[in-house]
């Protein structure tokens, strides 16, 4: 299921998707904002899963990967 929906952006921003959607690295507006999406939704997943690793501790030999994650990740609103 699909929702429409009405959003503003600045002309940059459509300018860079109709360049994107021109150059042939998009099917369209609307596939690369969701494209955009879905990349936000995993990197925020990715970032509750390493404070989780950091918060329970690793329960195998992860250890050094969730200390290096923990180091290199920012959470920003």
Do not use: Y
């Amino acid at each position: 299921m699909t929702t429409q929906i009405a959003v503003r952006l600045p002309d940059e921003m459509v300018a860079f998707l109709d360049d994107s959607v021109a150059a042939g690295k998009a099917s369209s507006r609307a596939a690369l904002v969701a494209a955009a999406l879905e990349r936000e939704m995993r990197t925020r997943a990715a970032e509750a899963d390493v404070l989780l690793l950091d918060r329970m501790g690793a329960a195998d030999d992860l250890d050094d990967l969730v200390a290096w994650s923990v180091g290199r990740s920012s959470l920003e609103d």
